[in-house]
């Protein structure tokens, strides 16, 4: 891969005005596929969840998901956009051979929703109404898989393999009108907005959402004009960037990319590109014309879908909160400060944090604990720290048996990895596993003067107000009861002893 | 030759009925009767005796053990081959799909399995239903049992050869254009293309999935009734299906009286173009309509002049792109080029050896009526016709129940004579399109030999949108006062086949 020229990030927003345009795919968690019965499971053997619909045999025909449809309609509500009362699919034809009728039944001129808008807040306070076009439904196609070849790309490759488990999976595809006025935060703000997507979709229970299943894929347009200029520059589309930061890296990339170019006078080509990740760089892929014909035309096996406005509505009043406006109420409800409250939306933690405080845990609490301990785990096992498998319930727990004094801090990050090792509610493992703090005075008094009597000195210490000697008879107590001392009780019997 | 054969299916169904003969002496008939004459007629692309002559044993036994039975029971019935059966090849008269058993039946086969029909066979058609005459088969052509020199029509020849050489009481068909009723006209038999909607597609080898419907093939008009009643409803498999029922075509058939009925003859469908012969007998029908009560009327459909054009477009645009799934990579053909062939290679190579002539020319004709640039001209064009061949029926059916017109311009055409000149083929389908166009049912009911040359000419029967009952209810009118005046039924003029080994 040849590298690129790439300008300085400062320098190019000097010389350019950034645009960029949006288009998200977000994969619906609908029991069964689009228009067949097959379960929409991801991880399945590959080609088990097939049929003669969604493998296209001759004669198969298909029929709407209507669980889909209201989950589109849903996004569009939730995107604020109108709802089509006549929702029309297109047939998109072209050949591939993921695409088992080499047609993608989609929609074209009707989409289901259009004409919408979310407002994103970025945390400089910049505050962006992102204009949404259309959001409409289509079917995912299958996933190829090459065999051979060095790229992992079909060119070069010996064959390939066709997965169509994930052909015919119900898709909601968001696209925005082009976004101008962000800057030097153009990159953040593509981040956020799919940030923002993200949670609407999750929030609605539409999609699982994971950015790293494919649930949630991005493809990035992004171009450049001189400032003062009209006309929109050429536009590249990086396709299927598969993370936020990855988002926000190659968008940009693309700006310093582009810059340089067109600062050499060279023109930029319309195409795709794909991210690398590893290398940190985009790279073309195919020529993309806005005359790519893919002779559309309705799809004359659907009829039209045509909700009622009872269903819009009763689907409206289902809606929930809207991202920026949940952000808001929650930062206030848990008084967290500004910058504590950036770590948790960066870290994507809001949905867990108001399950911890749900399930009972002080907010700090609850933040601690996932910005601190479970954000180490994760980023120890190269996870998310939404990927570990703990719940906010059992969160929740932990921190209350830590408010109660039954657990130290100590014992409590052990009790955490029992948790994550499946073993299950911190309760349940604190019984099993013997682990509570001891607070039995019996047993402590026992251990104190089983210390004392190695320190006769810090009695008398103690008695002239040096507290300090305390100190290193609590820490042999501790470490004779491995931990498990209640280490404020031993300091009070210590207290009461000195001053018998 | 079994006297059996001959009978009709309402007739068989009543024996059936009464234990007077048994389903598989019926079926073992039928197959006897191919064993005769089809090494001549060539209706059927496939035919087991052991799976149609056990589905007849399995109806013995349980109409023996008392179960209670479907009407239809016993009664064998042969399938054109582009519907899916998974106990049969199913090539929709094509060389990319030889060979091909479908691991799903269509829903018209589930209903006529459900119903205890031993399916005698898949019969001939054009490839994937392009043609009127089966000539473009990729299996040969069938021949018209009035004369083995002609075609039996197209592109559903198989389904009209087999029923008129008594090789099966009925059969399935389906049409596009006319695929059901064209053959039904020059093979003196009846045909009917029902509602868009009234029968599901699903299993269906899509020509073009607006156009399509499934539909019987008989000798008389109340056997197709019986057939309609049995492959009809409603069905989640296809989202075009109707919801509703559209009554007992049966009870309609059983009617038999005209008498008050607003009948309009289209004044576009007659006249130039159409053999006098033809023209004569249509005519004659006319009157002895009138004769029986029901009130003459004229119509005009001005925009049946653009239905031709505008179905060239519809049709190919469709058909190019339900046709892209014969890629090789999941079913079917799969032709490798030497060395070692990108995927896009194969593909083509594939659909280059694969698919016939008629396929490739109206693939490029849809591909290119779709293509940006064109579309507008062509097929959105077509699509405006459309809407105003809806409006010509719509204004006519203000004035009468039924419209009628003859079937088709001529009687059976020499195989070979067309073939050169599709143009010609094209003009075939004149009177059978604008039913295809508007969604609307449509008949063909044997309406005598015309003078010039002694073969068999149809009239057509045209109702609203679900009113087929009115098809019914005037085709078996029709055929009743032709019976009462030739002293038999139409087919009974059919020359006998000679019969081999």
Partial sequence: MAKDELMNYEKALEMFEVVIGLEVHVELN?????????????????????????????????????????????????LDCEIASNGRFARKNYFYPDLAKNFQTSQYDEPIAFEGALTVELPSGSVHNIQIERAHMEEDAGKLTHIGGSTGRIQGAEYSLVDYNRAGVPLVEIVTKPVYGAGAEAPELAAAYVRSIREIVKGLGVSDAKMERGNVRCDANVSLRPHGQEKLGTRTETKNVNSLRSIERAVRYEIQRQAALLAKGTAIIQETRHWHEDKGATSAGRPKSDADDYRYFPEPDLVPVQPSKELIESLRAKLPEKPADRRKRVQAEWGFADLEFRDVVNADLLDQIEETVRAGAKPQAARKWWTGELARIANSQDKDVTELEISGAHVAELTQLVDAGKLNDRLA???????????????????????????????????????????????????????????????????????????????????????A | MSELIRKNASELVELLGKGEISSVELTQAHLDRSMAVDHDVHSYLHQD????????????????????????????????????????????????????????????????????????????????????????????????????????????????????????????????????????????????????????????????????????VSRNVLDSALIQDLIAGHDPHDSTSLPESLGSMADAARKLDVKGMRIGVIKELMGEGFQPGVMNRFKESVNLLQQAGAEIV????????????????????????NLAKFDSVRFGLRVAPEGNPTIERVMAATREAGFGPEVKRRIILGTYALSSGSYEHFYGAALKVRTLIQRDFAAAFEKADVLISPTAPTTAFKIGEKLEDPLAMYLNDIATIPANLAGIPGMSVPNGLADEDGLPVGIQLLAPAREDARLYQVGAALEKMHEDIWGKRMIDFAPELEVRG
Wanted: hydrophobic share 40%; with cysteine; aromatic share 6%.
């Fill in chain 1, 30 to 78: 609908t029991k069964t596929k689009m228009f067949c019965g097959c379960r929409n499971e991801f991880g399945d053997e590959p080609n088990t969840n097939v049929c003669p619909i969604c493998i296209a045999l001759p004669g198969a025909l298909p029929a709407v998901n209507r669980t889909a449809v209201e989950s589109s309609i849903s996004i569009g509500l939730a």
């Fill in chain 2, 298 to 321: 004229e119509v005009s459909c001005p925009n049946f002049e653009y239905a031709i054009a505008a179905y060239y477009l519809i049709l190919p645009a469709e058909a190019s792109s």
């Fill in chain 1, 413 to 499: 990050r052990e009790v955490l990895t029992y948790v994550l090792g499946g073993e299950g509610s911190p309760s349940e493992i604190v019984s099993a596993r013997g682990l509570e703090v001891v607070s039995d005075d019996g047993a402590l008094i026992a251990a104190i003067d089983a210390a004392l009597a190695k320190q006769p000195d810090v009695l008398d210490a103690i008695r002239e107000g040096r507290m300090q000697a305390a100190g290193a008879v609590i820490g042999a107590v501790m470490q004779a009861m491995k931990g498990s001392a209640d280490a404020g009780r031993v300091r009070e019997l210590l207290i009461e002893k000195a001053n």
């Fill in chain 2, 49 to 216: 005796a052991s799976t149609a002559l056990s589905a007849a044993a399995d109806i013995d036994r349980r109409r023996a053990a008392g179960e209670k039975l479907h009407l239809l029971a016993g009664l064998p019935i042969a399938v054109k081959d582009n519907l899916t059966t998974t106990d049969a090849p199913t090539t929709s008269g094509s060389k990319i799909l030889e060979g091909w058993v479908p691991p799903y039946d269509a829903t018209v086969v589930k209903r006529i399995r459900a119903a205890g029909l031993p399916i005698l066979g898949k019969t001939n058609l054009d490839e994937f239903a392009m043609g009127s005459s089966t000539e473009f088969s990729a299996f040969g052509p069938s021949r018209n049992p009035w004369d083995l020199t002609r075609i039996p029509g197209g592109s559903g020849g198989g389904s009209s050869s087999v029923v008129a050489s008594f090789q099966a009481p009925v059969a399935i068909g389906s049409d596009t254009g006319g695929s059901i009723r064209f053959p039904a006209s020059v093979t003196g038999t009846v045909g009917n293309k029902p509602t868009y909607g009234a029968v599901s597609r699903y299993g269906l080898i899509a020509l073009a999935s607006s156009l399509d419907q499934v539909g019987p």
